[in-house]
């Protein structure tokens, strides 16, 4: 029994281990994490983000690092962007740079995350 743990505990370090950083596509639940202080800016268009609505939009900028990455925060983006019908799209594509950051694809539910 105690040779089987031992076991375990090797494979799951060995496959850490073969994990590259940057490897994993960004997920649904941290575009959501990074843009949900938005939506208030996102669904009136009025006035400016927030300085956390910022925070966030640059987060999103730091963990999309790789092209795979940026694709997927892309079409998770999309997809929230989506599930907001009052979204204004006009200040969905001014969000990064009244925030001042620079993201390599649009706030859009209307984005080609293929390009």
């Known amino acids: 029994m105690k040779g089987v743990i031992i076991s375990v ?3 799951l370090a060995m496959v850490q281990f073969m994990v590259k950083p940057g490897q994993a ?5 941290e575009v959501n994490e990074c843009l949900a202080s938005c939506i208030p800016y996102l669904t ?3 006035g400016n983000p927030t300085a956390q609505c910022c925070g966030g939009v640059g987060k999103l900028q730091k ?4 092209t795979a990455d940026k694709q997927a925060a892309c079409n998770r983006v999309k997809q929230a962007a989506a599930r907001i019908p009052s ?3 006009d200040a969905a594509s ?3 740079a009244k925030c001042n950051v620079q993201i390599n694809y649009p ?3 209307n984005t080609n995350c293929q390009e």
């Open 9 to 11: 505990f090797v494979v």
């Open 25 to 29: 596509a960004v997920s649904c639940d």
């Open 44 to 46: 009136s268009g009025v």
């Open 63 to 66: 963990i999309a690092e790789t």
């Open 87 to 89: 979204i204004k799209e």
């Open 94 to 96: 001014s969000l990064p």
């Open 107 to 109: 706030i859009s539910k």
